[in-house]
């Protein structure tokens, strides 16, 4: 069973330049989350889907960040405009339902802001 | 707000020398208490879940016990692959499905 795919693996932008991650998912799971996390520290949910509506993105700076999942199967999140502070990996994870909650993780992204 | 602490930050063991990492929680409504392993580059990769105290699971040379506060990541005569970090994350309160990780404990093991 193929796992959980992201692209790109790396990025470098200049601050207030935008990017865009990309996820697609296990095949077959309803849900998908992405998550931030800053070197030293465990992964933050950005964003959580249900099928292709938002369950939670309470911890999303909207301001700057966006996600979407249309069709309910691969899913975008993106920066515009990027901030110094937003170097760091950037998480997908997938899961059969919100019920058995087992979440099934992506290789990242590695953002770095210069 | 749920809260996680892990503890060491850090381990240095040699191998063969059998520890424990720590995991205290706060949570409401735990609905489960997960642990992954992340090596370097990678993304987290899924070991346990645990779903009520006193309930144990084992996976080679690690063994993962709950309590209602703390859950418990026991590794016995460890080899030098089983360096990395290791997450917890427990599930529950009002937001269903979303895990709240720990800063992580960075489990080095010397041959």
């Known amino acids: 069973e193929a796992g959980v795919a992201q692209s790109p693996r790396y990025k470098i932008i200049e601050k207030r330049q935008s990017v865009a991650f990309w996820c697609n998912p296990i095949?077959?799971?309803?849900?998908l989350y992405w998550y931030q996390q800053i070197l030293g520290q465990g992964p933050k949910l950005l964003i959580q889907f249900q099928n292709n509506g938002v369950v939670d993105d309470s911890q999303l700076p909207k301001d700057r960040f966006s996600a979407e999942r249309l069709k309910g199967v691969d899913s975008t999140l993106k920066i515009q405009p990027a901030k110094l502070e937003d170097s760091a990996v950037y998480l997908c994870?997938?899961?059969?339902?919100?019920?058995?909650?087992?979440?099934?993780f992506g290789p990242g992204t590695r953002l770095t802001v210069l | 707000e749920d809260q996680v602490t892990q503890s060491p930050e850090a381990l240095r063991l040699q191998e063969g020398e059998s520890s424990s990492l720590n995991c205290s929680y706060t949570?409401?409504?735990?609905?489960?208490l997960f642990w992954y392993r992340q090596d370097p580059g990678k993304g987290p990769e899924f070991l346990f879940t645990?779903?009520?105290a006193g309930e144990e699971k084992e996976k080679e040379r690690l063994k993962a016990t709950l309590t209602k506060k703390e859950s418990f990541l026991h590794i016995t005569a460890p080899k030098p692959e089983d360096s990395a970090t290791y997450l917890c994350a427990p599930s529950g309160g009002t937001s269903y499905g979303k895990l709240t990780f720990g800063q992580g404990t960075i489990l080095t093991v010397h041959p």
């Open positions: 994870a997938s899961s059969l339902e919100v019920a058995t909650n087992t979440q099934y």
């Open positions: 645990l779903y009520s």
């Open positions: 949570v409401s409504g735990l609905r489960g």
């Open positions: 095949s077959g799971h309803a849900t």
